[in-house]
């Protein structure tokens, strides 16, 4: 793990089944940062996966990145689970 890694516990999350799994950045880890950026992620031991981590928007300084199926499969998570979230910023 490097220096400037973001490390935080997060839950899967979906609002409808049609629609992609997301992991919500909590702003205190992106403190100063407003715009979308490129990051590379890993959950739990999975192997590293490129995101565009984007704000939340809506009045809320978080932010979120989407989750692809072969993502959550290759880390064998489900919606609702709880994992480690790594962070490298690029």
């Known amino acids: 793990m490097a220096k400037n890694d973001?490390?935080?516990s997060a839950k899967i999350l979906r609002k409808q089944?049609?629609?992609?799994?997301?992991?919500?950045v909590p702003a205190?880890?992106?403190?100063?940062?407003?715009?979308?950026?490129?990051a590379s992620v890993?959950?739990?031991?999975?192997p590293?996966?490129?995101?565009?981590?984007?704000p939340w928007g809506k009045g809320s300084d978080a932010f979120f990145f989407n989750l692809t199926a072969?993502?959550?499969k290759a880390a064998k998570?489900?919606?609702g689970d709880e994992c480690l979230v790594t962070i490298q910023l690029e």
């Open 6 to 8: 973001i490390v935080f």
């Open 17 to 24: 089944d049609d629609l992609p799994r997301y992991i919500i």
């Open 28 to 38: 205190k880890y992106l403190s100063g940062r407003s715009e979308t950026f490129g």
């Open 42 to 46: 890993r959950l739990n031991d999975s």
């Open 48 to 54: 590293p996966f490129e995101r565009n981590v984007r």
């Open 70 to 72: 072969p993502q959550c």
């Open 77 to 79: 998570l489900e919606t």
